[in-house]
């Protein structure tokens, strides 16, 4: 029964967001909530103005009713295991989707401003600061409050690490973090999508091997979603995901990190996003310190489109690299296992 639920999961939430592009694109389009593609860009790009942006609400929609299904497939077929069944775990998924979803509002917010209000830059760096910090902190809280005391972590390969009472704001600083290395990663067609599809296939694996058939449910709609959306989103896109689906994604990649109990493992499986952010990092520094810059243009996705790399082939690259440490990722959590 826990194999029927993921499929219709998937289903659902594949169907639900690919058939919901037929009708958010052309509203969107009337409403003239198009791209703004900036100066500063490749000079390409240009051709992307007026696309069509807060596609994230495409996937948001489709994975919520999507995890509501398979969830009440496994409720009442008698088919939940112990474990599954807990407060905590019950506790880690739907917290985990209210994260996502409070990290997709504030980019759509975000969005809004920008496409709605015509204020280019749209909410201000500590203005998003404050909300994003205060969702994680109300996410540590509500596992906490259900039960989840455990202030160890796993290390992938090594073993365990006791963080004490510095585990909550390590762990918050981690979740911000990690949402805003996912916002980075959307710059191209298809590459965040494509990459959290990825990364959405080995945490299937990863809560497989746990036993987490709740878990495992919002890691398959985070995978059919993506697929959904690039339908649309595929090079050359007929519509964004925004700060609305970018910050959900990394709200989404991070829940299921914290849910299966393994933050660290989104060193592996969000390689890329912290490829993505460290280059940002690097080139910043360095501009400051030295006038001078390491890439073309950052994040690194854009030097290599600077560089001549096609946008598909950028793509390919960067989801391949995902699938190899993500497959190491789960090696590492098979091993611990045994």
Same mark, same amino acid.
């Given at each position: 029964?826990?194999?029927?639920?993921?499929?219709?999961?998937?289903?659902?939430?594949?169907?639900?967001?690919?058939?919901? +592009?037929?009708?958010?694109?052309?509203?969107?389009?009337?409403?003239?909530?198009?791209?703004?593609?900036?100066?500063?860009?490749?000079?390409? %790009?240009?051709?992307?103005?007026?696309?069509?942006?807060?596609? +994230?609400?495409?996937?948001?929609?489709?994975?919520?009713?999507?995890?509501?299904?398979?969830?009440?497939?496994?409720?009442?077929?008698?088919?939940?295991?112990?474990?599954?069944?807990?407060?905590?775990?019950?506790?880690?998924?739907?917290?985990?989707?209210?994260?996502?979803?409070?990290?997709?509002?504030?980019?759509?917010?975000?969005?809004?401003?920008?496409?709605?209000?015509?204020? !280019?830059?749209?909410?201000?760096?500590? @203005?998003?600061?404050?909300?994003?910090?205060?969702?994680?902190?109300?996410?540590?809280?509500?596992?906490?409050?259900?039960?989840?005391?455990?202030?160890?972590?796993?290390?992938?390969?090594?073993?365990?690490?006791?963080?004490?009472?510095?585990?909550?704001?390590?762990?918050?600083?981690?979740?911000?973090?990690?949402?805003?290395?996912?916002?980075?990663?959307?710059?191209?067609?298809?590459?965040?999508?494509?990459?959290?599809?990825?990364?959405?296939?080995?945490?299937?694996?990863?809560?497989?091997?746990? !036993? @987490?058939?709740?878990?495992?449910?919002?890691?398959?709609?985070?995978?059919?979603?993506?697929?959904?959306?690039?339908?649309?989103?595929? %090079?050359?896109?007929?519509?964004?995901?925004?700060?609305?689906?970018?910050?959900?994604?990394? +709200?989404?990649?991070?829940?299921?990190?914290?849910?299966?109990?393994?933050?660290?493992?989104?060193?592996?499986?969000?390689?890329?996003?912290?490829?993505?952010?460290?280059?940002?990092?690097?080139?910043?520094?360095?501009?400051?310190?030295?006038?001078?810059?390491?890439?073309?243009?950052?994040?690194?996705?854009?030097?290599?489109?600077?560089?001549?790399?096609?946008?598909?082939?950028?793509?390919?690259?960067?989801?391949?690299?995902?699938?190899?440490?993500?497959?190491? +990722?789960?090696?590492?959590?098979?091993?611990?296992?045994?």
């Amino acid at each position: 029964m826990a194999g029927y639920a993921s499929l219709i999961t998937a289903v659902i939430a594949f169907g639900v967001t690919a058939l919901l +592009g037929f009708i958010l694109i052309p509203v969107l389009r009337r409403l003239k909530l198009g791209q703004t593609i900036k100066e500063v860009g490749p000079t390409w %790009h240009k051709n992307k103005q007026g696309t069509p942006v807060m596609g +994230g609400l495409m996937f948001g929609t489709g994975i919520l009713i999507a995890v509501a299904a398979g969830y009440l497939i496994l409720k009442f077929s008698g088919t939940e295991n112990m474990a599954d069944g807990t407060v905590t775990a019950e506790a880690r998924l739907w917290a985990g989707l209210f994260m996502a979803f409070a990290y997709g509002f504030v980019g759509f917010v975000d969005d809004y401003i920008k496409m709605v209000k015509k204020r !280019n830059l749209g909410l201000n760096a500590k @203005q998003k600061l404050v909300m994003q910090f205060l969702i994680a902190v109300a996410y540590l809280a509500c596992v906490y409050l259900a039960g989840d005391h455990s202030t160890i972590i796993p290390i992938p390969f090594i073993g365990q690490w006791d963080l004490g009472w510095f585990y909550y704001p390590a762990m918050v600083f981690v979740i911000v973090g990690a949402v805003n290395a996912v916002n980075l990663t959307d710059g191209i067609d298809g590459l965040a999508s494509s990459v959290t599809f990825v990364v959405g296939i080995a945490f299937i694996f990863i809560c497989s091997l746990l !036993n @987490q058939a709740k878990m495992g449910l919002m890691a398959v709609a985070l995978a059919a979603g993506c697929v959904g959306f690039l339908v649309w989103n595929f %090079h050359p896109a007929k519509i964004f995901m925004g700060d609305t689906g970018s910050m959900f994604l990394g +709200g989404m990649v991070v829940a299921l990190a914290f849910g299966v109990g393994n933050p660290v493992i989104l060193v592996f499986v969000g390689i890329i996003y912290l490829i993505e952010t460290i280059s940002d990092i690097l080139q910043i520094g360095s501009f400051k310190l030295t006038g001078k810059r390491i890439f073309k243009m950052a994040p690194i996705h854009h030097h290599f489109e600077m560089s001549g790399w096609s946008e598909n082939k950028i793509v390919f690259v960067f989801s391949a690299i995902t699938l190899i440490f993500s497959a190491l +990722g789960v090696w590492s959590v098979y091993l611990s296992l045994n």
